[in-house]
């Protein structure tokens, strides 16, 4: 029997332990918290810090193959271990820096949002002022939902907040974005087999509040051409990593930006971030695919076959994410499940565990199956809201 080693113990390291253990394998994990999620679902659980040398070779040498559930981890820790791990060391270097991602994309002619590259503090207010409102301003290393980034529509907003990015120089080297107006976010899951398999998902449509993912809905609301294109561009990815493994990519759909290269049914397509991982938006291939993205990756990291995964439910699937609000509104701190329990649609919920509830903290995720796209998404916002009744 095989044992993978995650570094990271959070819910995506605990949804793709479920899938290796569905398959006879052995799960190690590697977190700074004692408390992760993963902590009380397998027997080698190894907290420490990823600079802690002695620890992190015993984790090691208990794993035949080693991946990671979150781009944060410090590149120098897996890179110890480049001959093991998977997806390569390279690809999570380059997927966890802004800077380096888009000078990746860009060599590769795939299409981006214009942006500039902001080196230090001192150079931010001129930089800016160079550059056009309204931007999107980020730190290049460390940022997940919608952390370390700013918003600024106009120049006014930003001199409201310009001494305290300055007065941060650990928030740089960072880049500022044109903000465009999105008509639609995608996601594409794709893969390649250690034998050269290269599979993808169908591909899910995604809605941000206040830039976290709020809900993910598949089939997404895209014509069949533009679908191909987003397919082709993932391709090209998978092929310019010389990955093995999983990614997911996220797109912008815009209907209303005349600067990217390509435009279908006046559709222009930027690709915006690559995580080298299963993806939040991903949690609803768990019911609605014969595989999940966490299957996929299981067999992969096993050395399996794998086929194209397919959807086995017809209608539309929409996931929605359970925050820290969740908890925190009910005026117990607990869940009522009464609805849930209840609703014939309800086709997976999954609370992870965390011990503490915080706003804008992921705690879980639900999925509806119904007739189309509105009727799902409509009776996830009830499902939720109902859990904090
Ligand atoms: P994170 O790593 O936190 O997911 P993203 O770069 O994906 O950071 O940004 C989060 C969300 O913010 C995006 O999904 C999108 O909704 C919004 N956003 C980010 N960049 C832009 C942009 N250049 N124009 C418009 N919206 C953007
Ligand atoms: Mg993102």
């Given at each position: 029997?095989?044992?993978?080693?995650?570094?990271?113990?959070?819910?995506?390291?605990?949804m793709?332990?479920?899938?290796?253990?569905?398959?006879?394998?052995?799960?190690?994990?590697?977190d700074?918290?004692?408390?992760?999620?993963?902590s009380?679902?397998?027997a080698k659980f190894?907290?420490?810090s990823?600079?802690?040398?002695?620890?992190?070779?015993?984790?090691?040498?208990?794993?035949?193959?080693l991946?990671?559930?979150?781009?944060?981890i410090?590149?120098?820790?897996?890179?110890?271990?480049s001959?093991?791990?998977?997806?390569?060391?390279?690809?999570?270097?380059?997927?966890?820096?802004r800077?380096?991602?888009k000078q990746?994309?860009?060599?590769?002619n795939?299409?981006?949002?214009r942006?500039?590259?902001?080196?230090?503090?001192?150079?931010?207010?001129?930089?800016?002022?160079?550059?056009?409102?309204?931007?999107?301003?980020?730190?290049?290393?460390?940022?997940?939902?919608?952390?370390?980034?700013?918003i600024?529509?106009?120049?006014a907003?930003?001199?409201?907040?310009?001494?305290?990015?300055i007065?941060?120089p650990?928030?740089?080297?960072a880049?500022?974005e044109?903000?465009?107006?999105?008509?639609?976010e995608?996601?594409?899951?794709?893969?390649q087999t250690q034998?050269?398999?290269?599979?993808?998902?169908?591909?899910?449509e995604?809605?941000h509040?206040?830039?976290?993912?709020e809900?993910?809905?598949?089939?997404?609301?895209?014509?069949?051409?533009?679908?191909?294109?987003?397919?082709?561009y993932?391709?090209?990815?998978?092929?310019?990593?010389?990955?093995?493994?999983?990614l997911?990519?996220?797109?912008?759909?815009?209907?209303n930006s005349?600067?990217?290269?390509?435009s279908?049914?006046n559709?222009h397509?930027?690709?915006?971030?690559i995580?080298?991982?299963?993806?939040?938006?991903?949690?609803?291939?768990?019911?609605?695919?014969?595989l999940?993205?966490?299957?996929?990756?299981?067999?992969?990291?096993?050395?399996?076959?794998?086929?194209?995964p397919?959807?086995?439910?017809?209608?539309?699937?929409?996931?929605?994410?359970?925050?820290?609000?969740?908890?925190l509104?009910?005026?117990?701190g607990?869940?009522n499940?009464?609805?849930?329990?209840?609703?014939?649609?309800l086709?997976?919920?999954?609370?992870y565990?965390k011990?503490?509830?915080?706003l804008?903290?992921?705690?879980?995720?639900l999925?509806?199956?119904?007739?189309?796209?509105?009727?799902a998404i409509?009776?996830?916002?009830?499902?939720k809201?109902?859990?904090?009744?």
């Amino acid at each position: 029997m095989k044992t993978i080693g995650i570094f990271g113990g959070g819910q995506l390291g605990s949804m793709l332990t479920q899938s290796i253990f569905k398959l006879g394998g052995n799960v190690c994990i590697y977190d700074e918290s004692k408390n992760s999620v993963c902590s009380r679902q397998v027997a080698k659980f190894y907290q420490g810090s990823y600079h802690d040398e002695t620890n992190l070779q015993e984790f090691n040498s208990n794993c035949d193959i080693l991946t990671y559930e979150f781009e944060n981890i410090p590149y120098t820790t897996v890179s110890k271990f480049s001959d093991k791990t998977i997806p390569n060391s390279n690809i999570l270097k380059i997927c966890q820096n802004r800077i380096y991602e888009k000078q990746f994309l860009q060599n590769h002619n795939l299409p981006i949002v214009r942006h500039i590259i902001i080196e230090n503090e001192h150079e931010l207010e001129e930089q800016l002022r160079a550059f056009s409102f309204p931007l999107i301003l980020k730190s290049a290393k460390g940022g997940y939902d919608g952390k370390s980034q700013y918003i600024f529509n106009s120049e006014a907003e930003f001199k409201l907040l310009a001494t305290q990015i300055i007065n941060n120089p650990r928030f740089f080297p960072a880049v500022a974005e044109e903000k465009i107006s999105l008509s639609k976010e995608v996601s594409c899951i794709i893969a390649q087999t250690q034998d050269g398999n290269i599979i993808n998902f169908p591909i899910i449509e995604n809605v941000h509040h206040d830039n976290i993912l709020e809900y993910s809905i598949c089939p997404a609301r895209i014509n069949t051409e533009l679908s191909k294109t987003i397919i082709q561009y993932s391709t090209q990815i998978v092929k310019a990593f010389n990955l093995i493994g999983l990614l997911v990519i996220e797109f912008f759909l815009s209907t209303n930006s005349p600067k990217s290269d390509l435009s279908i049914d006046n559709t222009h397509i930027f690709i915006n971030e690559i995580a080298p991982r299963p993806h939040n938006s991903g949690h609803l291939t768990i019911k609605a695919c014969n595989l999940s993205q966490f299957d996929v990756l299981a067999r992969i990291l096993l050395n399996m076959p794998c086929n194209q995964p397919e959807l086995i439910l017809s209608g539309s699937i929409c996931m929605i994410n359970i925050f820290g609000e969740s908890f925190l509104n009910n005026p117990n701190g607990n869940l009522n499940f009464q609805n849930c329990a209840l609703s014939k649609n309800l086709i997976d919920l999954n609370i992870y565990g965390k011990t503490q509830a915080k706003l804008g903290r992921k705690m879980g995720h639900l999925t509806v199956n119904h007739i189309d796209a509105m009727s799902a998404i409509e009776l996830a916002k009830i499902l939720k809201a109902s859990l904090s009744s």
